[in-house]
């Protein structure tokens, strides 16, 4: 619980590097979110008003590994495997209705797929695949067409800029545009810029938010996040966390290291051992927070620090665990609510906030099902 201020600043240096595509005329003076990174178990209310249960339905034909992205669309919950390659879909109440398309060769099938996204406009999904494809289909899971990418090296993520474009995000090297902006109809590109070490945009592999019909954009160890538009891109705001952050002069001792393989290993080092404080992995923003996870370590999913930035009047609430010791995994961040992966080892600790039913539930779940989630509604 801290008492924060918003104010008004220019940002010089690493902006002025990173906007020098942007046209038409950018504006750097952006809201600077000030934050004390000094952690402290949050009590649940401070955030939330109540929490609810989702228990993921297990069955033969939907058997999940590993929980990377969840998007809710009219009453529907889709969730990518990240490690089998999958998309599925539940209903609100996690009741399994389908898997969309499958690893094959065939029609509508796929090698790998590394993201996904719902086309709200076109009432669509979309299946982004490395290798330079989108599969699309219909929200009863029909495949409808699958098209060809402009030439990249590879594709990790993607998003729904307005109801003409897409925007890829790929990790290429400093002297390629990382962002391409794509016709939907078409797949030709419109626009291409970000360019940046790919070493230091590997940290964050979902780099994209939607909020208020805007699409945002950040990665993984710089501090600006920037709001994206079919022919430029341009700072929306940034976080400070002083001494404890993360400032250009770190950044720049790894852009200095000219052999990749090396730049890579010395930053893997320096995060493994805490030189490098984290790796901001999840930002976020609905009417009431900014939000940002900031995950320590590597490998190490659960050693994270949440910071939900209230807009109103720069109060920031800061932890790793909320009181009790309970752990919030984001997976999902919504105006009404967030959602968050249930770990096996930690039930009890949730006996306080579930009702008998779902708390019954919970304990009735073994290491074979699929994963709980937790829908905590913000205040």
Same mark, same amino acid.
């Given at each position: ?11 010089f240096?690493?902006l ?23 952690p ?9 008003s ?6 993921l339905?297990?069955t ?24 089998r ?18 690893k ?5 099938e ?6 996904f996204m719902?086309?709200r ?7 982004l695949s ?7 289909y219909?929200?009863?899971? !029909? ?6 990418l ?5 594709y990790y993520?993607v !998003? ?11 990790c290429?090297?400093?002297?390629e545009?990382?962002?391409? &902006? &794509? ?16 070493i ?12 208020a ?10 501090n &600006? ?13 940034s ?20 052999n ?9 080092g ?13 930002h ?5 927070y900014?939000?940002?996870n ?9 050693r ?16 790793e ?24 080892t930690?039930h ?6 579930? !009702?008998?039913r779902?708390?019954t ?10 994963p ?8």
């Open positions: 619980m801290f008492n924060m201020k918003i104010r008004k600043t220019f940002l240096g690493l002025a590097g990173m906007l020098w595509a942007c046209t038409p005329e950018v504006q750097n003076d952006i809201q600077l979110l000030s934050v004390d990174l000094n402290s178990e949050v009590p649940f209310g401070e955030l939330f109540k929490m609810e249960l989702i228990p339905e297990t033969d034909s939907c058997l999940l590994m590993r929980v990377d992205k969840i998007v809710a669309f009219e009453n529907r919950l889709y969730v990518f495997d990240g490690q390659p999958a998309l599925y879909e539940f209903d609100e109440e996690g009741r399994f209705v389908r898997q969309i398309s499958r094959g060769n065939g029609p509508g796929y090698q790998l797929v590394y993201d719902i086309d406009d076109r009432r669509s999904i979309y299946l490395p290798y330079g494809f989108v599969g699309r219909g929200l009863d899971g !029909s495949f409808i067409r699958q098209d060809r402009p030439t990249k090296p590879n993520a !998003s729904s800029l307005d109801t003409e474009n897409l925007v890829l995000w790929s290429v090297r400093e002297d545009d990382g962002l391409s &902006v &794509v016709r939907k109809d078409s797949l030709n590109m419109v626009r291409g810029f970000w360019r940046n070490d790919r230091l945009d590997m940290g964050c592999l979902q780099p994209f938010y939607e909020y019909g805007k699409v945002y954009f950040a990665s993984g160890y710089q &600006v996040v920037y709001e994206l538009g079919r022919e430029c891109m341009k700072p929306a705001y976080w400070d966390f002083g001494k404890e952050g993360i400032s250009e002069q770190m950044l720049q001792k790894y852009r200095s290291i000219e990749e393989s090396q730049r890579n290993k010395l930053l893997i320096d995060l493994s051992e805490g030189i490098l404080p984290f790796c901001m992995r999840f976020r923003e609905n009417s009431t900014y939000y940002v900031l995950q320590k370590g590597l490998g190490t999913a659960d994270s620090i949440h910071v939900f930035y209230r807009k109103a009047d720069g109060h920031a609430s800061v932890f665990t909320m009181a009790g010791g309970l752990r919030l995994r984001p997976l999902l961040f919504t105006d009404g609510y967030f959602l968050s992966l249930v770990d096996f930690e009890e600790l949730l006996r306080p906030y579930l !009702s008998e779902e708390f539930e919970l304990s009735s779940r073994t290491e074979e099902d699929n709980c989630l937790l829908k905590c509604y913000f205040k």
